[in-house]
C-alpha cells in the first residue's frame, strides 16, 4: 500500500500485526480505523466501520451511564463513630435516636464487605487513615472493636498534603450571599461607566463636540498596582493543561512526578464556586506537589468572573488564575462562556480589566484560534487584552467548530505568538513526542507548550521532552503508574467503599486515554503521531496486549488488577460513545 493509503494510520512492526495492512480499506479516513476518537471533552462525531461495511455515528457523550452504586444510610457507619482512636472518645450524635446511620460498630464490621488485598496508602504515608474503620484495608489499621490505630511515629494532625478546602463558614457565606464582594461590583460598574464615557467620547468627537467624562474615579485606590503582583517566569517551563473530568489531583501528581512544571485544575464554573458548590470546589484542591498551580474559571460577564476572582483570591492557594475561551460545550457557549466569550469583545477585555485588579497574582487567558473553523479570530483579541495585565495567553490550534477533525495550526499560533510580544503565549495540539515539541519552539517566538491529551495518553511526556528521549515504557512499570494513581486517588476521594469505586470509574476514564500509547519497540515509524490510530496488534507480552485494548471490559479488568475486585453488579460506559466499543 502506498504512504498516501495509509495516511492516518500507525505503522506497526510486522511481528505484532494480528492482520495484514491490506485488510485495512484504501482511503478509509483516519476516524473509521479506530476504536476511539480524538473528542473535545464533551463532544464530537466518530464513524465506525462494522463487519458488514455499514457505518454508524458515534456522536458526543453517554448522558445515561450508569452511576456508582450507593448504600442506603443505614448501611452507613455513623461518622461520629468513623475515625476513633483508641485512647479518644467518639463524639456525640447530635442526632441521637434520630440519626440514620448505624451506630453499632460491631455489627456494621460484620457486614462490612471484606478488605480489598494490598495495604492502606493513605495510614501507610501519614499514620492515620481518615476513614478508619469505614476503610477497604482497614484490617491494617483497625482493633477489632473498631478503634483506629495511629503511627504516632509519622501523624501530625495540624498538617495536610492538599489545600483549598471549602470551610464550613464559607460555604454558609456564599450559599446566605452574605460574603462581602462590593470590591469587585464597584470596579465593573466603574469599568461599565467608563466604557459608555468612552463610547460616547468617540461619537462626541466624530461630532466635534466634546464629552463631559465626569469626577475622577477612585479606582486607583483599590486596584492592585503591578509592582504588588506576584511574578511567573513562564519562558519553557511545561504546562500540563486543565483537562475536563480526567486532570483531577491524582493524575496531576502522576505528571508531576514524570516533571511537569506547571499543572491547573479543571475547568471550574464561576457561578457554582459563588454559590457554595461542594463538587465545583473540589476542582480546585490542590495538592503539595504542585509548585506553579493555577486555577481556572469559566463565566459569560465580568461581574461573575471578577466577584469569583476576588473570592478566590482571599481565600485559596494559587499562582495563577485562568479565564476559559476555549469550551466548546454547547451548554456554555449558548450562554457566552468558554469560546463564545472569544465572540464577545466588550464582555471579555471589561472581566480581563477588572480580575486583573483584584488578583495579586497572575491573570492568564486560554483561547481557540476561534469558533468557525474559517474564521481565526485570536489574533485580533490578544492585541485587545494586553494592556490589561494579562501574564501569558494560550491557543489551541484549533476553532471550537473544528474539534479534532484536523491537526492543529501550528502556523496560525506563530501567528498570535508574535501579535502577543513582549506577553509569552503558549501553543497547545497534538503534540506527542519531543520532536513534536521541539518543532512548536523552533521559530523562537512561541515560548512554550501545554500539553492535554498527549499527557493522558503518555504522561511520560514530559520526561522525554527534558531528557530529549523517547521512552520505550514497559507495560509492568505502566500497570505501575496507575497503582500511583491507585493509591492518590485512595487519599483524594477515600478508601472507603464509596472512594474505591470513584476512584475506579476516574480510572476507567483515564484508561480510555492511556491505552492509545503504542509501545516505541512496537513501532515500524517512529515517534508515535497523536492522530493515527494503529490497526490491530498484539503487545510484547499478554500485559501489553491488554493495556492496547480499546474494549472497556478490559479496562475494568485493569482497575481490578490494582483496586480489586468490581462489587456486584458494577457497570461502567466510557464518558465518550465514541469510546463505547466492545
Same mark, same amino acid.
Given at each position: 500500500?502506498? &504512504? ?26 483516519? &476516524? ?63 442526632? =441521637? ?20 488485598? =494490598? ?60 460574603? *462581602? ?106 495538592? &503539595? ?119 492543529? *495550526? ?173
Amino acid at each position: 500500500m502506498t &504512504e498516501e493509503n495509509l495516511k492516518g494510520v500507525a505503522r506497526i512492526r510486522q511481528e505484532f500485526l494480528v492482520c495484514s495492512l491490506k485488510h485495512i480499506a484504501v482511503g478509509t479516513p483516519n &476516524e473509521d480505523l479506530v476504536h476511539d476518537s480524538e473528542l473535545e471533552e464533551q463532544g464530537g462525531t466518530k464513524k465506525v466501520k462494522l463487519e458488514n461495511g455499514e457505518a454508524v455515528k458515534k456522536r458526543g457523550q453517554n448522558k445515561n451511564r450508569p452511576q456508582t452504586a450507593r448504600q442506603e444510610k443505614s448501611q452507613k457507619l455513623c461518622p461520629t463513630l468513623m475515625n476513633v482512636a483508641e485512647d479518644e472518645t467518639p463524639k456525640h450524635c447530635v442526632h =441521637g435516636e434520630k440519626c440514620q446511620f448505624e451506630h453499632n460498630i460491631k455489627k456494621y464490621l460484620q457486614d462490612k464487605p471484606s478488605d480489598l488485598p =494490598g495495604s492502606c496508602y493513605v495510614y501507610r504515608t501519614y499514620g492515620r487513615c481518615p476513614k478508619g474503620a469505614t476503610c477497604r484495608f482497614g484490617s491494617e489499621h483497625l482493633t477489632p472493636e473498631g478503634r483506629n490505630i495511629v503511627n504516632k511515629d509519622i501523624w501530625n494532625p495540624e498538617w495536610t498534603a492538599a489545600k483549598n478546602f471549602l470551610s464550613n463558614d464559607l460555604m454558609i457565606s456564599l450559599r446566605k450571599k452574605k460574603y *462581602d464582594l462590593r470590591k469587585s461590583e464597584d470596579l465593573v460598574k466603574e469599568q461599565q461607566k467608563r466604557s459608555k464615557v468612552g463610547d460616547i467620547k468617540s461619537q462626541d468627537m466624530e461630532d466635534g463636540t466634546e464629552a463631559n467624562v465626569g469626577p475622577v474615579s477612585d479606582e486607583d485606590l483599590i486596584r492592585i498596582r503591578n509592582e504588588e503582583k506576584r511574578k511567573i517566569d513562564w519562558k519553557g517551563k511545561l504546562y500540563l493543561a486543565p483537562l475536563t473530568t480526567v486532570g483531577n489531583l491524582p493524575f496531576r501528581r502522576i505528571c508531576k512526578k514524570f516533571g511537569a512544571d506547571i499543572t491547573c485544575g479543571e475547568m471550574a464554573v464561576a457561578e457554582n464556586l459563588l454559590n457554595g458548590g461542594k463538587q465545583e470546589w473540589a476542582l480546585v484542591r490542590r495538592h &503539595e506537589s504542585e509548585d506553579i498551580f493555577g486555577v481556572q474559571i469559566c463565566g459569560n460577564n465580568p461581574y461573575l468572573l471578577t466577584k469569583c476572582a476576588q473570592m478566590l483570591e482571599e481565600n485559596i492557594s494559587m499562582d495563577f488564575l485562568d479565564i476559559n475561551c476555549g469550551c466548546p460545550i454547547d451548554m456554555f457557549y449558548e450562554k457566552g462562556a468558554g469560546s463564545g466569550l472569544m465572540t464577545r469583545e466588550k464582555p471579555l477585555t471589561a472581566a480581563v480589566e477588572c480580575m486583573s485588579k483584584v488578583l495579586s497574582c497572575p491573570l492568564t487567558v486560554k483561547m481557540r484560534t476561534g469558533v468557525q473553523s474559517d474564521k481565526n479570530i485570536a489574533h485580533k483579541l490578544i492585541p485587545k487584552l494586553k494592556g490589561y495585565d494579562v501574564s501569558l495567553f494560550t491557543v489551541h490550534g484549533r476553532s471550537r467548530e473544528q474539534r479534532y477533525t484536523k491537526l492543529a *495550526d501550528w502556523d496560525y499560533i506563530e501567528e498570535c505568538a508574535k501579535v502577543a510580544n513582549p506577553i509569552p503565549l503558549f501553543g497547545n495540539g497534538d503534540v506527542l513526542s519531543y520532536e513534536d515539541y521541539n518543532a512548536g519552539l523552533s521559530s523562537g517566538n512561541v515560548s512554550g507548550v501545554m500539553m492535554a491529551r498527549g499527557a493522558l495518553i503518555k504522561p511520560w511526556i514530559f520526561q522525554e521532552i527534558k531528557e530529549q528521549r523517547h521512552i520505550d515504557m514497559p507495560a509492568q512499570e505502566r500497570l505501575d503508574i496507575l497503582k500511583d494513581y491507585a493509591d492518590y486517588g485512595l487519599e483524594h476521594w477515600g478508601s472507603d467503599s464509596q472512594g474505591v469505586e470513584t476512584t475506579r470509574r476516574f480510572m476507567l476514564e483515564w484508561i480510555s486515554f492511556l491505552h492509545r500509547y503504542i509501545p516505541f519497540g512496537v513501532l515500524e515509524v517512529t515517534p508515535q503521531k497523536i492522530n493515527d490510530r494503529p490497526p490491530p496488534y498484539k503487545g510484547r507480552n499478554e500485559l501489553e496486549t491488554l493495556m492496547a485494548s480499546g474494549n472497556y471490559e478490559d479496562w475494568i479488568k485493569l482497575s481490578e488488577m490494582v483496586l480489586g475486585p468490581v462489587p456486584s453488579g458494577f457497570a461502567f460506559l466510557p464518558k465518550h460513545k465514541a469510546n463505547a466499543w466492545k
